[in-house]
T-cell receptor, first 114, second 112 residues
Framework: EPEVTQTPSHQVTQMGQEVILRCVPISNHLYFYWYRQILGQKVEFLVSFYNNEISEKSEIFDDQFSVERPDGSNFTLKIRSTNLEDSAMYFC????????????FGSGTQLSVL | GENVEQHPSTLSVQEGDSAVIKCTYSDSASNYFPWYKQELGKRPQLIIDIRSNVGEKKDQRIAVTLNKTAKHFSLHITETQPEDSAVYFCAASIGGAQKLVFGQGTRLTINP
C-alpha cells in the first residue's frame, strides 16, 4: 500500500528557532493536511491544502505557521519561531478526493522545543 | 460549534468480550465518520468509516453504527483480542470544510 512519508522522525530545536517539517504525500493525491498531537491528547487539525492554496486552517495555525508545496512531490510545514507549546507530534496526511474519503497519515515528526 | 465528544476515555475488557466506544458530534452537516486506531508511537490507522447515508457498516469483528437524528455513532469490536489494545479515535467531517475533527480518544485494554 502506498504511504505518506515524513522527515525527520524527530526534531529537537531551541525556542525561537525556525523549523521545517517535510512530507511526501501519496503521488495521485490532491488534498494535503497537517495535524498535530500533543502527548496523550487528541489529534488536532492545523491546515488543509488543495490546488496550491490553503483550504482551511484552525485557530492554532497562526502567523507563525506556513505551508508550501515547493515542487510536485513535497509538502512542508514551517514554524517561523518555535514556542515551547509547539512541542508535539506533527502528522502529515493526504487524500485523493478530500476529507470525505480515507485519509492516509504519515508516521509523524516528533518536535521537541527546548 | 465543531465538537466531537468521545466516551469512555479508558476501557478495559476481557479477551473475547465485546467493546463499545461512543461518539457524539455537533455539526448537523457532518457526513463522514471514520474511526482510527493508534498504537503507541505510531500513526493513526483507519479501521472503518461510515457515511451519513448509511446506518451501519461491518467489517469482520468491527462494526460502526450511526444515528443521524441523535448525532451519535459508535464503534463495536466483538471477540476482542490482545492486539486490539490501542487508543481509538473517532472523527467527523465538518460540513463544507476540508477537515476532520477528532474525539479525545479511548484507551482500550484487552486483558488476557
Amino acid at each position: 500500500e502506498p504511504e505518506v512519508t515524513q522527515t525527520p522522525s524527530h526534531q529537537v530545536t531551541q525556542m525561537g528557532q525556525e523549523v521545517i517539517l517535510r512530507c511526501v504525500p501519496i503521488s495521485n493525491h490532491l488534498y494535503f493536511y497537517w495535524y498535530r498531537q500533543i502527548l496523550g491528547q487528541k489529534v488536532e487539525f492545523l491546515v488543509s491544502f488543495y490546488n496550491n492554496e490553503i483550504s482551511e486552517k484552525s485557530e492554532i495555525f497562526d502567523d507563525q505557521f506556513s505551508v508550501e508545496r515547493p515542487d510536485g512531490s513535497n509538502f512542508t510545514l514551517k514554524i517561523r519561531s518555535t514556542n515551547l507549546e509547539d512541542s508535539a507530534m506533527y502528522f502529515c496526511a493526504s487524500s485523493r478526493t478530500g476529507v470525505a474519503e480515507k485519509l492516509f497519515f504519515g508516521s509523524g515528526t516528533q518536535l521537541s522545543v527546548l | 460549534g465543531e465538537n466531537v465528544e468521545q466516551h469512555p476515555s479508558t476501557l478495559s475488557v476481557q479477551e473475547g468480550d465485546s467493546a463499545v466506544i461512543k461518539c457524539t458530534y455537533s455539526d448537523s452537516a457532518s457526513n463522514y465518520f471514520p474511526w482510527y486506531k493508534q498504537e503507541l508511537g505510531k500513526r493513526p490507522q483507519l479501521i472503518i468509516d461510515i457515511r451519513s447515508n448509511v446506518g451501519e457498516k461491518k467489517d469482520q469483528r468491527i462494526a460502526v453504527t450511526l444515528n443521524k437524528t441523535a448525532k451519535h455513532f459508535s464503534l463495536h469490536i466483538t471477540e476482542t483480542q490482545p492486539e486490539d489494545s490501542a487508543v481509538y479515535f473517532c472523527a467527523a467531517s465538518i460540513g463544507g470544510a476540508q477537515k476532520l475533527v477528532f474525539g479525545q480518544g479511548t484507551r482500550l485494554t484487552i486483558n488476557p
